[in-house]
């Protein structure tokens, strides 16, 4: 029997015993706790940044005021120690842009990821400035923090009980800033 027959042998034992015993296959990135909304994150195990550094860029079409928010948002998460939005030029992973949707409740979103290895090597969030231009900066700085949340590995939190959690899935959260459980989500997405 040549080698080769035997390694694919052996992988489909491997692969049948995994099936039909139930044992769980072991993940090498898979987090020991991926939380909950009971314990207030969810962490993206298929897709996060994986780094406490990621660059990011904006697109042609976001003015002056955008950018102090956007910079405002990616500063919150600085301000975690856990991981870093920084501005960049040249190598990005990600990238801001403006568009109006007059028909869409939705003020912002993350979008056209991308990963390899399970860290996302590219991504968009794009703001509604039908939305956006009505209200204040601290709304808006708000808001890019809680899209970079996902950039960072954060699902959208549902439960009422998660209001006061950046990771709440609507604008009515509570808080303008990470707070302790989306710190602990970041550092496991970013492990």
Known sequence: MHKKTKTIIISFA???????????PVYAHYPSNPGSETEGYIVDIWNHAGTSVVNYGLDSN????????????AQKWKNTGVITFNYATSFRTGSFLRYTDSSSDTVAAFYDYQSSNYHLYH???????????????????TTVAHELGHATGLNDLYSFANT??????????????????????????NH
């Open 14 to 24: 491997v692969f049948l015993s995994v099936l039909f015993l139930g044992i769980n």
């Open 62 to 73: 976001i003015t002056t005021s955008y950018k102090n928010f956007i910079l405002d948002g």
């Open 123 to 141: 991504w968009k969030i794009k703001l509604n400035t039908h939305h956006m231009d009505g209200r204040g900066s601290t709304a808006n700085a």
């Open 164 to 189: 006061g959690k950046l990771m709440y899935g609507y604008s009515s959260r509570t808080v303008t800033y990470p707070v302790a459980s989306d710190i602990s989500g970041a550092k496991v997405a």
